[in-house]
């Protein structure tokens, strides 16, 4: 097992293009899941590549354990990397691509017996092992990539968007399994994805990047109810956070229009929360579960017409417009309203989130 420490990475393919990764710190503790998470393009893949050995970074370190690793080939940083892409031997069957690494350390036949079918036990493959897998379903293939990945017991497995190519019911069932096998493994991960549900259900951590800078790294529901950023607000949790773009007025907030206008007492700690600001121009955030729809509008701050109802069996979410803005507000299912119906919002004042506008940092105190 190995903790991986990254110091100050930098990569840049080359010399004018912009850094793929830029300044990247991270400790990943020995055992831990840390799942990588961000859009397209924002440098995951880079990233995992350099701990892998099959990029070399333009600047900073990387500790895999104890060993600094910089300039090591890929085949000696004891490492596991799991593709999107399974890329199993065709013509061997699940055994034979399971025992390829095995085979490679020269390690004798019957240990290769025995290691190949413990690993198919707990990838619950053991009756496809004579199978070649190319005739098999996606997730079966997939499982008999992870074993050939776990069979070497290595310090550390890297994994690359490894359910992308799985239908949604198997990438669920999938998710399960890796946390599970991880659990049970104990062994270093790191995780790639650019889907925010695949990282809040398996990461102890998740690391958000965008644009090659690392904007948060903490357990999932701290990114949630507390993200630091901007773009991490906005990018975790579904629908996404309303956002509504603010200055100060009369004690209180609000946006251009004066459509949005809310009193400070309705925004705890906000004086102190807008001191540490670098501008006065702020944006005021909130999920649409925090939001409560009112009927009784004359009692609530902020006034609006319901645009949009979408049932969603177990919720409902409204959208309603506020001036120039569309504010999403969950409810129960059961509570009716229609499109054109004026209602009030009102917000759950210690969900509330301010961004300084400038920086896009959280506003806390
Ligand atoms: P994706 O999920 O689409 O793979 P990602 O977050 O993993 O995205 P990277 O693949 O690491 O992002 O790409 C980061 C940036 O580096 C992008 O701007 C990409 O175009 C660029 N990049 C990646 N690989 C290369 C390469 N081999 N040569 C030049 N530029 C590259």
Redo the contacts with the bound molecule.
């Keep these: 097992m190995a903790q991986i420490k990254i110091d100050h990475l930098y990569k840049q ?2 010399p004018n ?2 850094y ?1 990764v830029n300044d990247l710190s991270l400790d990943i503790a020995d055992s831990e899941f840390l799942v990588l998470l ?10 995992l590549r350099c701990i892998a050995g099959l990029e070399t970074q333009t600047d900073g370190d990387i500790f895999i354990g104890d060993r600094l690793v910089n300039g090591l080939p890929a085949g000696d940083r004891d490492i596991a990397f799991v593709f999107q892409f399974y890329a199993l031997y065709p013509h061997m069957n699940a055994f034979d691509n399971i025992a390829f690494p095995l085979r490679a350390q020269k390690i004798g036949k019957d240990e290769i017996k025995q290691r190949v079918e413990q690993v198919a036990r707990l990838l619950r493959i053991e009756h496809l092992l004579p199978r070649k897998p190319s005739r098999l379903p996606s997730g079966e293939q997939q499982r008999i990539a992870l074993g050939r990945a776990i069979i070497r017991r290595p310090h550390v497995f890297l994994m690359d ?1 490894p359910l992308t190519n799985l239908d949604a019911t198997l990438r669920i069932d999938m998710r399960a399994e890796l946390k599970h096998l991880q659990a049970d493994l104990k062994t270093t991960m790191i995780y ?1 994805t ?1 889907d925010q549900t695949e990282a809040m259900s398996m990461a102890h951590r998740i690391a958000i ?1 965008n644009h ?1 800078v690392l904007q948060q790294v903490d357990e999932p529901l701290t990114v949630y109810d507390h993200p630091a950023t901007l773009f991490v607000a906005g990018f975790i949790g579904s629908p996404p956070m309303n956002f509504v773009n603010c200055r100060l007025d009369n004690g209180g907030i609000s946006d251009a229009s004066g459509a949005f206008k809310l009193p400070a007492a309705h925004i705890p700690h906000l004086n102190e929360r807008v001191n540490s600001a670098a501008s006065d121009e702020f944006v005021f955030g909130v999920r649409a579960e925090n939001v409560t729809v009112e009927t009784a509008v004359s009692t609530t701050p902020i006034r609006g017409e319901i645009v949009v109802r979408e049932p969603m069996g177990d919720e409902m979410i409204y959208t309603v417009q506020v001036g120039d803005n569309l504010i999403r507000a969950t409810t129960e299912p059961t509570f009716q309203l229609n499109p054109g119906e004026l209602v009030g919002l009102t917000f759950d004042a210690d969900r509330i989130h301010l961004f300084d506008a400038k920086t896009e940092k959280a506003l806390v105190v």
Excluded at 38 to 47: A, I, L, R, Y
């Design positions: 393919y080359s293009s912009p793929a961000g859009p397209s393009g924002c440098g995951k893949t880079t990233t968007e790639v650019h990047m090659g």
